[in-house]
């Protein structure tokens, strides 16, 4: 059961590495543990529990410095011509200024780290931002491929072309925030 909770609380990023090799070697020290009648499973239980709750806020990435993830989904749409094709950068931002931000300025990461684009992205709904202190989305579309196009490639051929702007930019993991752009209100 322990083993899980450490196995759960890492992959949620809850845990620096550190720290999280740190609380495996506790682990499997509870674990190698033979109960005794002088030692009660409920405290090792409760000191273990209130140990790993007492690091939890310190250990957190869930707030890193101007990283977050990030993705590029592929959007299909009718138009006038036949099926439009988007390639959408999206991504989740807290606010943490006391001003609103309408956009900001962004590095495309691969899972290695590897830069992939940059990009600006445009926050909150129409022209509302996100406001101090709240957690918004921020989109940019990168890429278009028209009805007209399409249906002048070619069936095939706009396939295979969506193919390969899926796997050129649909590697992205992580956005590094280079840059915000305040409302003038």
Not at 134 to 159: A, F, P, Y
């Amino acid at each position: 059961m322990w083993a899980g909770v450490a196995r759960f609380l890492i992959m949620r990023g809850k845990l620096m590495a550190g720290i999280s090799r740190w609380l495996a070697r506790v682990v499997r020290v509870t674990l190698a543990v033979k109960f005794t009648p002088s030692v009660k499973p409920g405290l090792m239980i409760a000191l273990f529990l209130s140990l790993s709750a007492a690091m939890l806020p310190g250990m957190s990435h869930a707030h890193e410095k101007n990283k977050t993830h990030c993705s590029i989904d592929v959007l299909f749409e009718n138009d006038d011509d036949g099926v439009a094709t988007y390639f959408a950068l999206r991504l989740q931002y807290k606010n943490q200024s006391r001003r609103n931000i309408e956009a900001v300025s962004v590095l495309v990461r691969d899972a290695a780290g590897k830069v992939i684009r940059n990009s600006d992205a445009i926050c909150g709904n129409g022209d509302a931002g996100i406001e101090a202190g709240d957690t918004g989305q921020c989109e940019k579309i990168l890429q278009i491929i028209t009805g007209r196009m399409s249906n002048r490639l070619g069936h095939d051929v706009w396939v295979r072309m969506i193919d390969d702007q899926r796997q050129q930019i649909g590697l992205a993991d992580r956005c590094e925030i280079l840059g915000v752009r305040y409302s003038n209100e």
